[in-house]
């Protein structure tokens, strides 16, 4: 058995911190799809601009997304594959635990209102 230090129970904590929000969660799970911009991110979740950038900041400083400048822009992506792969693992485990959350309507375990659109 791997011993568990103070680290890896800090970093676990700070991805339950940012899961513990429907807005972050949801940011994760977009940008699992794609990298994109806060303002696309803003108006795919329909919040302001404001609450986006409070929110990717929160998660920057868990280490769960990275800004990348472009130009004047800048996209924002998941800071490791790995995160992508473990946000799948974790969806998948939800299902297993309450199976009637998603059917043929849609799912109300992600509450995706509409679909990001990539300007990439």
Same mark, same amino acid.
Do not use: K
């Given at each position: ?18 899961? !513990? ?31 986006? !950038? ?15 400048? !472009? ?17 799948? !693992? ?31």
């Amino acid at each position: 058995m791997t011993t568990v230090t103070v680290s890896h129970a800090a970093a676990l904590s700070r991805l339950g911190n940012a899961l !513990s929000d429907p807005t972050r969660t949801r940011i994760l799970m977009c940008l699992r799809e794609a990298p994109a911009l806060p303002s696309d991110l803003a108006d795919a979740l329909g919040v302001s601009r404001q609450v986006m !950038s409070n929110q990717l900041a929160c998660l920057r400083g868990c280490g769960l997304v990275e800004r990348v400048p !472009s130009g004047r822009n800048s996209w924002y992506r998941l800071a490791s594959p790995a995160l992508a792969d473990a946000l799948g !693992s974790m969806l998948e485990l939800v299902l297993t635990v309450d199976p009637d959350c998603c059917d043929a309507d849609g799912c109300t375990c992600t509450a995706f209102d509409r679909p990001l659109e990539s300007t990439a």
